[in-house]
């Protein structure tokens, strides 16, 4: 496995930074944030038409670049550091990933074009009222055959779900209890008997929704076995480029802590002079770049094929979620008594922080899901 970027790498990591430096400041942010769409439709056909991050890892076949996960995970760290505004992960990571490991060559040639090349949003919708991460708590019922299927039932936190066109929703057949029964079925999101309710939540730069299906026409994708291992490999392989987003949050974080400490001053010295906050960073940095190679570690191991990638998503991102907070914390507690308000920047870091935190499971719950894994492996 190699632990380094290659020269290519580098060079597109450079282009995306630059790319989100010039069009997507934080003025654009918080522009896009209060907007009743939640981002920039011009820059989002700008990332597929100019930089084609929409299919970073989608085979060229299917309409992608035909990268690894490696690739992708840098695209996510860039778009965390500039803390993007756009339905990237709902579309491009979660219902991407999702139709590549359940969905048919058929139904992904049928349906994954669209998303790559930005003429439809997809996102999945998988968590309910209780809250739980794991597929197998699923409550929503199907019925029905192949392309007559009907949904009934209520999902919460669908990111971006409020504007998606192409919902793929995880539902069990009637019955069913466990892994047994689950399936994903692809649903139009003007079908009848669907209503969406954007949420209110504290990260504006990443909208949530839920949705009710009240006897919706859906279409099961994979065949009728249970689609519970797919599922989870998927969501393991999000929970990747999730930490690897979370990462690039972190250090802009540190960079922004840093920054200030060597231009404020105090006493007549620069306040980064003072021990007390040479601690604080020193110990951002550690955290930041424990994190930073746990994330980059484990996209690589997708890429390899690797047996121990839930082991090592689940240490991703426990990592990435101390990190990031830890930073969004200590960031401001460095900037003082600006660091509370509106005005300043951090704080919106420190929303994403908390919002992502959560997402997918917290660290408590990858600590012991990669205790579990680990033993079992042993």
């Known amino acids: 496995m190699r632990f380094g970027y290659t020269d290519e790498q580098e060079q597109f990591r450079d282009i995306v930074a630059r790319f989100l430096r010039e069009r997507s400041p934080t003025s654009e942010v918080r522009k896009h944030m209060a907007s009743d769409a939640g981002y920039d439709r011009a820059l989002w056909r700008q990332l597929v038409t100019e930089l084609g991050l929409t299919g970073v890892h989608v085979p060229e076949s299917l309409g992608g ?41 058929t139904e992904q040639a049928m349906l994954l074009p669209a998303l790559v090349s930005g003429e439809k949003l997809g996102t999945l919708a998988w968590v309910e009222r209780g809250g739980q991460w794991d597929v197998a708590a699923t409550t929503l019922t199907a019925h029905g055959q192949g392309e007559a299927c009907r949904l009934d039932g209520h999902k919460k936190f669908v990111l971006d779900g409020h504007h998606a066109d192409l919902l793929l929703v995880v539902a069990r057949t009637r019955g069913s209890v466990g892994d047994a029964g689950l399936g994903v079925y692809a649903v139009d999101a003007e079908a009848v008997g669907i209503t969406r309710r954007q949420l209110a939540t504290i990260d504006s730069t990443r909208r949530q929704a839920e949705i009710t299906f009240s006897d919706t026409p859906a279409r099961r994708l994979g065949g009728t076995e249970s689609a519970a291992v797919k599922l989870r490999q998927s969501l393991d392989r999000a929970t990747i480029a999730l930490a690897c987003e979370m990462v690039g949050g972190a250090r802009a974080l540190l960079d922004s802590a840093v920054g200030y400490a060597k231009l404020r001053m105090q006493f007549g010295r620069p306040i980064g002079s003072f021990q007390a906050i040479k601690h604080k ?75 992502s935190q959560v997402m997918l499971g917290d660290a408590s719950h990858h600590r012991e899901r990669y205790m579990a894994l680990t033993e079992a492996s042993a």
């Open 65 to 105: 670049q035909g990268f690894g996960y490696v690739e992708l995970g840098i695209a996510l760290e860039e778009m965390g550091r500039a803390l993007l505004c756009a339905p990237y992960f709902a579309s491009s990571v979660l219902a991407t990933e999702v139709l590549r490991t359940v969905a048919t060559e």
């Open 281 to 355: 960073c020193a110990e951002m940095l550690l955290e930041v770049e424990l994190a930073s190679s746990a994330a980059r570690y484990a996209a690589a191991a997708i890429d390899d094929n690797d047996s121990e990638v839930p082991a090592l998503a689940s240490l991703a991102k426990a990592m990435a979620g101390d990190a990031y907070m830890h930073a969004a914390i200590e960031c401001i507690q460095i900037h003082g008594g600006i660091g509370f308000t509106w005005d300043e920047d951090t704080h919106l870091w420190f929303k994403r922080a908390k919002s």
